[in-house]
């Protein structure tokens, strides 16, 4: 019905943050920005997206251990 629903897909993540790459000029790279940085009519300049999960699996680890980056680019954007 289109109602959003929250649903855990993995678990043990304690933190995930986004940051968009968005053109400054007319070629790659851009600059990564948060939400709230990107300024306003500037969305569609977004060329890629990092998503970085910090994870807690219960035991002590090393923090670069638990944290892990993804990276997604629109192809036709980074030419």
Not at 27 to 51: D, E, K, L, Q, S
Not at 55 to 79: I, K, P, V
């Amino acid at each position: 019905d289109g109602a959003e629903v929250a649903d855990e897909i993995t678990s043990g993540v304690t933190d995930l943050q986004f940051e968009y790459e968005v053109l400054v000029n007319t070629n790659p790279p851009g600059v990564w920005m948060t939400a709230t940085t990107v300024p306003a009519g500037n969305w569609g300049r977004v060329i890629g997206v990092r998503a970085t999960l910090v994870m807690d699996n219960g035991t002590t680890m090393s923090a670069s251990l638990n944290t892990f980056n993804y990276m997604a680019a629109n192809r036709n954007r980074m030419q």
